[in-house]
């Protein structure tokens, strides 16, 4: 079985610009998750869709952030425009359907903001 | 007060030795609790789920507290391969949301 897969694994741009980052989920795992981690704190939650619900949107930091899966599958998570404390590690989870139990995160995206 | 906190660490200790992680969290109606490995620049894994019983998994011991709202990890026998973050996390109740601790860095030193 595949796990989760995110890309790109690194992306380095310039405060201003547009990064979109994706997550492809389990296959047939309902719920989604993203989480960040900054430079020395912990990992914070930032969303979580159902399907293609967003079912918890309460840790999005602000509007530059935009999470999106439609149909129900992948999600991409699109930062614009990036500002230099948007650095940081955004993993992606995803758990069968039900109270959220078998997380499997992908292996993350490292993005860092000049 | 931050919704999990752990024991700031780091700790360094030899093969063979014993240690010991505490996380306390601030939530009495969560529900799970789950410790997690993180390498350096890896995803976190899943380690074991913690359950108010306790429960043991080879040289790995978790204990839960609800009274106290507290949460342990205990590794006898450490391996060079144990060095690692160890993430304490807790289930949101309500939709599935895990939140973390900040981690304790573990070394294993020969």
């Known amino acids: 079985e595949a796990g989760v897969t995110q890309f790109p694994s690194h992306s380095v741009i310039e405060k201003g610009q547009t990064v979109t980052l994706r997550c492809d989920p389990i296959s047939g795992h309902d719920n989604l998750y993203w989480y960040r981690r900054v430079m020395g704190k912990e990992i914070k939650f930032l969303l979580h869709?159902?399907?293609?619900?967003?079912?918890?949107e309460s840790g999005m930091p602000n509007n530059r952030f935009l999470a999106e899966r439609t149909g129900g599958t992948y999600s991409t998570l699109k930062v614009q425009p990036a500002e230099l404390e948007d650095s940081g590690v955004y993993f992606c989870?995803?758990?069968?359907?039900?109270?959220?139990?078998?997380?499997?995160f992908g292996s993350g995206t490292r993005l860092t903001v000049v | 007060r931050k919704e999990v906190e752990q024991d700031p660490g780091p700790f360094n200790v030899p093969e063979g030795a014993t240690v010991a992680f505490n996380c306390t969290y601030s939530?009495?109606?969560?529900?799970?609790f789950f410790w997690y490995r993180q390498d350096c620049r890896k995803e976190p894994k899943l380690l074991m789920s913690v359950y108010s019983s306790g429960n043991e998994d080879g040289r790995f011991t978790a204990q839960l507290n609800r009274a106290s709202q507290y949460i342990s990890l205990l590794i006898r026998d450490s391996k060079l391969s144990d060095s690692a973050t160890y993430l304490c996390?807790?289930?949101?109740?309500?939709?599935?949301?895990?939140?973390f601790g900040q981690g304790t860095i573990l070394t294993v030193h020969p």
């Open positions: 869709f159902v399907k293609e619900s967003k079912q918890d």
């Open positions: 996390v807790v289930n949101d109740p309500k939709w599935g949301k895990l939140t």
């Open positions: 989870a995803s758990s069968p359907p039900g109270q959220g139990r078998g997380y499997t």
């Open positions: 939530n009495s109606a969560s529900q799970s």
